[in-house]
């Protein structure tokens, strides 16, 4: 502003002595000059005061002032108000009104009900209130109008913090979003793959048709390998009614260990599905399986919120397990929900029936009419959600994130060149972990062992299946405590009185008239008799007649 300033006075400082500024000016005026907003055009009095100006001053006379009484309140309440005030108040009055007025308007503020407009006119009826007991009598109608508070002045006080206030009251989303502090910037140095898997599950965003023609949305269970941003996710298509359980949530951990390796430390949501006690307790088991020491499990608390960074650290230094969750409302801590945001937003949108996130205004194709739903099986979506992951695990990521303009998979290929591998776990291992042991009573799960080394046991949306093993057909009639991997009911552990695990696997049907069957059945037959000919043939002959010649004489 100053240089253009100067432009425009130039001419009129390098005058002749005698030459008349004020003709100058008015020829100046007479050429349409205008601001550097192209708007508003510069008048004969502004030329004269930047002259005048930059005579006295110099250049620093062509910069804009500050205002004198800067940081004074020129206004109290109102314009009318204070005029109004002026005249019929003592200065010691005026002081009181403000001040109660002032603590009225911030006090709604901080109960955080009320919006702008209800506070003014709230405010408003309360100004009244408190200056008509100094009249001693009823305030007229011209009065009662000069009673009124300043809108800028209400929505300044609430600016002050006290609307923080009341929206931490109110609105615990919104000051978890908007108002905690957050840590901006978090390097992920010295984080390999499978150091730290954060899991949660995600509600997408596409609509699908069950057979029925009812709409459902599938779930997406997600563990982040925040190393290399890869997800490894899971589809779940949920009857009526139902949530994401536990069982979900053991079965798409497994499946991801399977495929990538065992996780060092796992950070989990606070949600219900996470909170099953037999789950957790199969992380530990897991570790102990596994052999490996430093396999941690961490659910945040929104007390105790920790960077990833002092996990590692911290990790190090602690012996035995600590259990963190993740706040109700955090997730901003939790760097799955951004990858989800972006999959929905840059991927997933992609996919026919896309809804968008809000459910009550969703994305339509045509105006006035339903949303299309995703047109093919469950089947195809899976595939469909597959690719999409396959595209956003290729596509490189921005320079300034945390992998540095890498994508997710080039990343994981940098790490496997510097020497990294992943650490497997065998299946049966997994299944072991996660298997319960007490029923929702707390008992000990048991069942009675019949014929053939058979047991039975009631399996969640499957029924009753059958289950047997060669090693149990000894213990007939005897009931054993089992172990159940819920998540993967493919097999049953059972423990034996000699304290000895035996797998046991379905029982496999054979048809009526299939030879196999009858065969299957001899076999049986022949392993049962060879158990007890070694149980027998380990004990040693006892002397019946011995035995009662004893029992006789003691009796006597």
């Known amino acids: 502003m100053v240089a253009f300033r100067y432009s425009m006075i130039k001419d009129l400082l390098a005058l002749p002595k005698g030459t008349s500024l004020m003709k100058a000016i008015q020829t100046k005026v007479q050429q349409n000059c205008y601001c550097p907003n192209g708007k ?41 108000f204070d005029e109004f005030a002026a005249k019929v108040l003592n200065e010691q009055q005026c002081i009181t009104v403000q001040s109660e007025i002032e603590q009225y308007i911030s006090s709604m503020w901080v109960d955080g009900r009320f919006t702008g407009t209800k506070i003014i006119t709230s405010a408003n009826m309360m100004l009244q209130k408190l200056v008509e007991p100094m009249f001693n009598r009823p305030l007229t109608e011209p009065e009662q109008e000069s009673c009124m508070v300043s809108e800028d002045w209400v929505y300044q006080i609430g600016s002050s913090g006290y609307k923080l206030v009341g929206k931490r009251k109110t609105d615990a989303q919104w000051f978890r979003d908007n108002a905690i502090p957050r840590l901006i910037n978090r390097f992920r140095d010295g984080i390999y793959p499978n150091d730290v898997w954060i899991g949660d599950e995600h509600p997408m965003d596409i609509q699908c048709r069950r057979r029925d023609g009812s709409i459902i949305h599938a779930r997406m269970i997600g563990w982040l390998d925040l190393a290399t941003n890869r997800l490894y996710a899971t589809l779940i298509f949920m009857p009526k009614g139902r949530e994401v359980r536990q069982l979900d949530i053991a079965r798409s951990f497994c499946n991801a260990v399977k495929q990538n390796g065992l996780p060092k430390l796992l950070y989990l949501d606070n949600g219900k599905p996470y909170k099953w006690k037999s ?70 949108s992609l996919i026919p029936g896309w809804i968008g996130g809000d459910r009550i205004n969703k994305k339509v194709q045509v105006v006035g009419k339903p949303a299309k739903s995703f047109p093919g099986t469950f089947e195809d979506f899976a595939k469909e959600i597959e690719g999409k992951l396959a595209l956003y695990h290729a596509t490189k990521q921005g320079k300034n994130g945390s992998l540095k303009g890498k994508s997710p998979t080039g990343k994981l290929h940098e790490f496997i060149k510097m020497g990294w591998k992943a650490r497997g776990v065998e299946e049966i291992t997994l299944l072991m972990a996660f298997a319960e042991k007490y029923d929702t009573k707390g008992k000990p799960l048991d069942r009675k062992i019949i014929a053939g080394g058979i047991l039975q046991y009631a399996v969640p949306d499957l029924g009753t299946i059958y289950y047997r093993s060669d090693k149990l057909m000894c213990y007939a009639d005897e009931k054993l405590k089992i172990m159940v991997p819920r998540h993967d009911p493919r097999i049953i552990f059972v423990k034996t009185p000699e304290g000895k695990i035996v797998l046991a696997q379905k029982v496999k049907n054979y048809h009526f008239l299939d030879p196999n069957g009858a065969e299957e059945q001899r076999r049986m037959a022949k392993v049962l008799n060879a158990q007890l000919a070694v149980l027998r043939w380990n004990c040693s002959f006892i002397n019946n007649n011995q035995i009662t010649e004893s029992l006789l004489k003691e009796a006597a």
Request: net charge positive; glycine share 10%.
């Open 279 to 348: 789950m957790l307790a199969g992380f530990t088991t897991l570790a102990n399986l596994a052999k490996q020491t430093d396999f941690q499990v961490e659910l945040i608390d929104s007390e105790e919120f920790r960077t990833v960074q002092k996990f590692i650290r911290e990790r190090m230094e602690r012996e035995g397990d600590n259990v963190y969750r993740a706040g109700k409302y955090e997730p901003q801590v939790k760097p799955i929900e951004g990858i989800f945001g972006l999959l929905e937003l840059h991927y997933f």
């Open 40 to 80: 508003n055009k510069i008048g004969q009095a502004s030329f004269y005061r930047w002259v005048k100006d930059y005579k006295e001053k110099g250049l620093s006379g062509l910069a804009r002032q500050g205002r004198s009484d800067a940081g004074e309140g020129r206004i109290a309440i109102s314009r009318c």
